[in-house]
Every structure is written in C-alpha cells, then in structure tokens.
C-alpha cells in the first residue's frame, strides 16, 4: 500500500497507509488526520479537504482541472501547489506522497 504523509501547519507529520483508487481526502478521513475537514465527502463541492502538494510531487499529482481551480477560490491561502485532495487519486506511483494542511479550511 503506498504511504501518504500529512504535514500539519504546526509541521507535525503523520504517515498513513493509502488504499489505490481511494482519494487523498479519502485516505485523510479514514485515517482522522486532522485539517481535512471534507464538508461535501469529496464531490468538489467545498473547498475544505485544501493541501499543499510538496514540490516533488506536484508534477505526479498533475494540475488541477477547471471545477477543481473554481473551487480553490474558496480556498484558505491558495498557493500555486494548492490542490484539494478528494481530486487526488491514490496510484502505487504516489507512495511517499506528502502535501501539507493549511493552518485553516475555507
């Protein structure tokens, strides 16, 4: 299973287990990290399951499309590497995926 790290704003760090196929958001709920908040359950519907991709992963995890980018206008401290992560899909590729949670949601 490939391994996610969630980096807090405090920078505290926690590695979970990702199942391939589920979402980023997904994987965050089920594991109770906190700073996912995923208010719509990951339909792209709100902006609170907000990340930052760390840099060497941005081009794995690719650009957000258009409804995504609508959606990060909602977003708390949107930054070029801002991606919600119910639109981030786990491949075996994105073992040792990190992204970071804003200090705040929406």
Known sequence: MPK???VDAEGTARTVEAEVGAT?????VRNAVPGIDAECGGACA????HVYVEEEW???VGEPEA???DML???FDVRPNSRLSCQIRVRSDLDGLVVHTPARQG
């Open 46 to 49: 709100c902006a609170t399951c």
């Open 67 to 69: 409804m995504e980018e």
């Open 73 to 75: 206008d909602f977003a």
């Open 4 to 6: 996610i790290t969630f």
């Open 58 to 60: 941005r081009e794995a």
């Open 24 to 28: 980023v958001m997904e994987t965050a």
